[in-house]
């Protein structure tokens, strides 16, 4: 049973990240808005998080994204890693283990992180981007 509930759980969060990249690519954003670059770490109980994406919800306009490699990120708003716009961002990260078997029609790995941080809504994280730095912050997740 807590097998099932786990595989419910990891196509809500896919779905929940889903819906967060589509918001974040159909956003309207002036693309002269300012952005700085932001190139950080994520930490899953003091660990570097394997893999993995992370997604931005700014408090208005176009949110950020990036690919999370051996804990290591870099965000993109209009381009792969042009940065982020200039302010307040609330934060979802997602992460799964390799798919179980092979093709279209193989299942989703298990989620690597807590549901709670695959929504920017309940994470509980954020990145502060100001404005002519690099901004390097680090995310520390905990299991718990």
Avoid: W
Wanted: charged share 20%; hydrophobic share 40%.
């Amino acid at each position: 049973m807590l097998k099932h509930q786990r595989r419910h759980g990891d196509s809500t969060g896919f779905a929940i990240c889903f819906a967060i990249l589509l918001a974040c690519a159909v956003t309207g954003c002036n693309s002269k808005s300012p952005l700085a670059r932001v190139s950080g770490k994520v930490l899953l109980d003091e660990k570097p998080l394997p893999n993995g994406a992370i997604v931005t919800l700014p408090e208005s306009g176009r949110g950020a994204r990036g690919t999370i490699i051996n804990g290591q990120f870099e965000l993109g708003t209009f381009g792969k890693t042009d940065g982020a716009l200039i302010g307040v961002h609330k934060v979802a990260i997602v992460a799964f283990e390799g798919a179980k078997g092979k093709g279209a029609e193989a299942a989703a790995g298990n989620l690597l992180v807590p549901q709670r941080y695959t929504s920017p809504d309940s994470s509980g994280l954020t990145i502060d981007v100001k404005a002519g730095e690099t901004n390097e912050p680090t995310l520390k997740l905990t299991s718990q």
